[in-house]
């Protein structure tokens, strides 16, 4: 059974940054599609950013492009989600999840909620 535990939200200024943690457990990390994806009220659940774990690639949403930056220390199960720039509309709930699929079409990240098997509680970002 995969565990997924987010940590690193909280609220910040525009135009200041955040580092999300994502902890894996119950799983080896390595080769596995984990993707960070972030839901505001009112809004449908969005992927923007996924790496295949294990040195595979690594993709961010054109949405966040050039401001979030997704990355991985297997030796920790860790995966990140740095943000900069950030702006009043990337406050949502951001969660952690694995065991999917994403892929790059045009620019934009073809990720679906529903392809993912593990997910995490979620931590929030609101930004000001």
């Known amino acids: 059974h995969v565990q997924l535990v987010e940590s690193g939200g909280g609220s910040v200024q525009a135009g200041g940054s955040l580092s999300l943690s994502c902890l894996i457990s119950?799983?080896?990390?390595?080769?596995?599609?984990v993707g960070w994806f972030r839901q505001a009220p009112g809004n449908q659940r969005e992927g923007i950013a996924a790496i295949y774990t294990g040195g595979g690639n690594a993709y961010v949403d054109d949405s966040v492009k050039g401001r979030f930056t997704i990355s991985e220390d297997n030796a920790k199960n860790m995966v990140y989600l740095q943000m900069n720039s950030l702006k009043p509309e990337d406050t949502a709930m951001y969660y952690c999840?694995?065991?999917?699929?994403?892929?790059?079409?045009?620019?934009?990240?073809?990720?679906?909620?529903?392809?993912?098997?593990?997910w995490g509680q979620g931590t929030q970002v609101t930004v000001s």
């Open positions: 119950g799983t080896t990390v390595r080769s596995k599609c």
């Open positions: 999840a694995a065991e999917g699929a994403a892929v790059p079409v045009g620019g934009r990240l073809h990720m679906r909620a529903d392809d993912f098997d593990s």
